[in-house]
């Protein structure tokens, strides 16, 4: 049971945003759950992003684009990329401030930040 306490005790609120690339005036304000993994969080939230590959890293289309260049750098340094990561992303022509979401833990880097889909 203590266990349990202290998880829920630890876990706090980030709050990022989402932004659509194509309406900027479209934005979702998202309070995420530390420790959880970004894809399932923008899941619960009901962003428009398909998910085909169900969290396993096989497919991009739960990327976003980190709107901010020095936000992509902390997360990058917080979570750097794996290889099977950057694999997926070069596979599908993506890059530059492109991250898989289902790569992701929801940490206090991302605090603030924009998401672009």
Do not use: W
């Not at 829920?8 to 945003?17: N, V």
């Not at 899941?43 to 396993?56: D, M, Q, T």
């Not at 950057?86 to 898989?100: A, C, F, H, S």
């Amino acid at each position: 049971m203590q266990r349990i306490h202290n998880f829920f005790r630890f876990s706090r609120k980030i709050r990022l945003y989402v932004q659509s690339e194509i309406n900027p005036q479209i934005k979702l304000t998202i309070d995420a759950t530390e420790g959880e993994v970004l894809a399932k969080e923008l899941k619960r939230h009901k962003v428009p992003l398909p998910f085909e590959c169900g969290f396993s890293c096989s497919c991009s289309t739960c990327s976003v684009l980190i709107a901010n260049s020095n936000d992509f750098s902390n997360i990058q340094i917080a979570q750097p990329q794996s290889q099977e990561e950057i694999n997926v992303l070069t596979t599908e022509g993506k890059g530059g401030r492109v991250r898989l979401s289902c790569q992701i833990n929801v940490c206090k880097e991302l605090d603030g930040v924009t998401l672009l889909i």
